[in-house]
């Protein structure tokens, strides 16, 4: 059974490492593999993010055409013998080497349970915000306010004043609605203000350094904490961060970086 079970690993193994050697396409003789597909899109990153996903197969086989030739051409004006050359290949060889380390080291840092340990132990520790959400009415003078705050205390909607008044780009258009806000996510003068009114409630005139403001309050919630589902991706990165870090500096250790540029104490 166990022989069984080597024998279909094994299988298995071979197939996928066939797979990455598949060659699918070539120039002038030179092979292009599925493996080398893979390792180019990892390296170029965000500018293969720019290829619209139906061409970017295409592109990538290009630039590793482009890169073949060039690379032979090189080869050929002998810059592998140029000095540094050396230097730079063995660089890039290490860098190489601790990026596939500390990428196979830290690959079983983001667990399910780690994420959902994380996600749990900052839910119990974490201070929940006060959050208040309000409507405000923006114009440039104080008397302009005065009289915007008349037509509201007479009865009219707060909302359709904001809309015909508000020089607010951003929220004048929708009844002077700000939605949801922490008090720091505000400038202080209004944040002030804001936090101090129930539901419900219209402000004074208030000055800040965009003008007057008259507000209404709506609501005032404790802010919730996201769910786990929303924010599973951002601990994985962060659980992932943390264990290549703690790799660097675990192999770091008590070793000394000793300095031969520098002067000596």
């Given at each position: 059974?166990?022989?069984?079970?080597?024998?279909?690993?094994?299988?298995?193994?071979?197939?996928?490492?066939?797979?990455?050697?598949?060659?699918?396409?070539?120039?002038?003789?030179?092979?292009?593999?599925?493996?080398?597909?893979?390792?180019?899109?990892?390296?170029?990153?965000?500018?293969?993010?720019?290829?619209?996903?139906?061409?970017?197969?295409?592109?990538?086989?290009?630039?590793?055409?482009?890169?073949?030739?060039?690379?032979?051409?090189?080869?050929?004006?002998?810059?592998?013998?140029?000095?540094?050359?050396?230097?730079?290949?063995?660089?890039?060889?290490?860098?190489?080497?601790?990026?596939?380390?500390?990428?196979?080291?830290?690959?079983?840092?983001?667990?399910?349970?780690?994420?959902?340990?994380?996600?749990?132990?900052?839910?119990?520790?974490?201070?929940?915000?006060?959050?208040?959400?309000?409507?405000?009415?923006?114009?440039?003078?104080?008397?302009e306010a005065?009289?915007?705050?008349?037509?509201?205390?007479?009865?009219?909607?707060?909302?359709?004043?904001?809309?015909?008044?508000?020089?607010?780009?951003?929220?004048?258009?929708?009844?002077?609605?700000?939605?949801?806000?922490?008090?720091?996510?505000?400038?202080?003068?209004?944040?002030?203000?804001?936090?101090?009114?129930?539901?419900?409630?219209?402000?004074?005139?208030?000055?800040?350094?965009?003008?007057?403001?008259?507000?209404?309050?709506?609501?005032?919630?404790?802010?919730?904490?996201?769910?786990?589902?929303?924010?599973?991706?951002?601990?994985?990165?962060?659980?992932?961060?943390?264990?290549?870090?703690?790799?660097?500096?675990?192999?770091?250790?008590?070793?000394?970086?000793?300095?031969?540029?520098q002067p000596?104490?």
């Amino acid at each position: 059974m166990l022989g069984g079970s080597l024998s279909g690993g094994s299988s298995m193994f071979a197939s996928a490492q066939a797979q990455a050697d598949k060659v699918v396409a070539r120039i002038d003789g030179m092979d292009i593999t599925e493996m080398e597909i893979a390792m180019a899109g990892e390296d170029l990153g965000e500018r293969i993010a720019q290829v619209p996903a139906a061409q970017r197969r295409d592109y990538l086989i290009g630039y590793l055409a482009d890169l073949k030739i060039g690379a032979r051409a090189a080869e050929r004006a002998k810059l592998a013998e140029a000095p540094g050359f050396a230097t730079r290949l063995a660089y890039f060889r290490q860098k190489v080497l601790m990026d596939e380390f500390i990428s196979r080291e830290s690959r079983n840092a983001a667990t399910p349970e780690a994420a959902r340990k994380l996600y749990d132990d900052t839910l119990k520790t974490a201070k929940p915000d006060d959050e208040v959400r309000a409507r405000h009415i923006l114009v440039e003078k104080e008397d302009e306010a005065k009289a915007a705050l008349a037509r509201v205390r007479a009865g009219e909607d707060f909302a359709k004043v904001a809309a015909e008044l508000s020089k607010d780009p951003g929220s004048g258009k929708e009844g002077g609605d700000l939605g949801y806000f922490t008090q720091d996510r505000m400038v202080p003068q209004f944040a002030a203000m804001a936090f101090q009114l129930k539901p419900g409630d219209v402000s004074e005139p208030v000055q800040t350094q965009f003008g007057w403001h008259v507000i209404k309050v709506e609501d005032r919630r404790t802010r919730p904490f996201p769910k786990f589902e929303d924010v599973k991706g951002e601990i994985e990165t962060y659980l992932v961060r943390k264990a290549q870090q703690d790799i660097v500096l675990g192999l770091r250790g008590d070793l000394k970086l000793e300095r031969l540029d520098q002067p000596k104490p």
